[in-house]
């Protein structure tokens, strides 16, 4: 999509979209948000509307940020845990690794 071609109107309600999506439980929606909004949001001469866009992107970054650290944490501790948590962690692997008890 180019956003060269789209009018502010229709960046603001896009953005609100993606934004009101990644609680939705698709923070992948949030990343993109950020990347292709931070311009429009922070650095493009004011327009209404900018405040919306800048609000959504705040909170489009905070969320993907906090998505990133927490599937981080999981993944470290499953590898971690998985051994230990015996057959609960074997239910939870898609595959079980050779040579762990």
Do not use: H
């Amino acid at each position: 999509m180019d956003l060269k071609k789209v009018k502010d109107e229709e960046k603001v309600r896009l953005s609100r979209i993606y934004m009101y999506g990644g609680f939705v439980f698709l923070p992948f929606l949030w990343f993109i948000n950020t990347v292709w909004f931070f311009r429009d949001a922070f650095c493009k001469e004011e327009f209404e509307g900018q405040s919306l866009i800048r609000r959504s992107v705040i909170i489009s970054a905070m969320g993907a940020v906090i998505w990133s650290i927490g599937i981080s944490v999981w993944v470290v501790m499953y590898q971690v845990n998985r051994a230990n948590w015996e057959e609960i962690g074997d239910k939870l692997s898609f595959l079980i690794p050779l040579g762990q008890p």
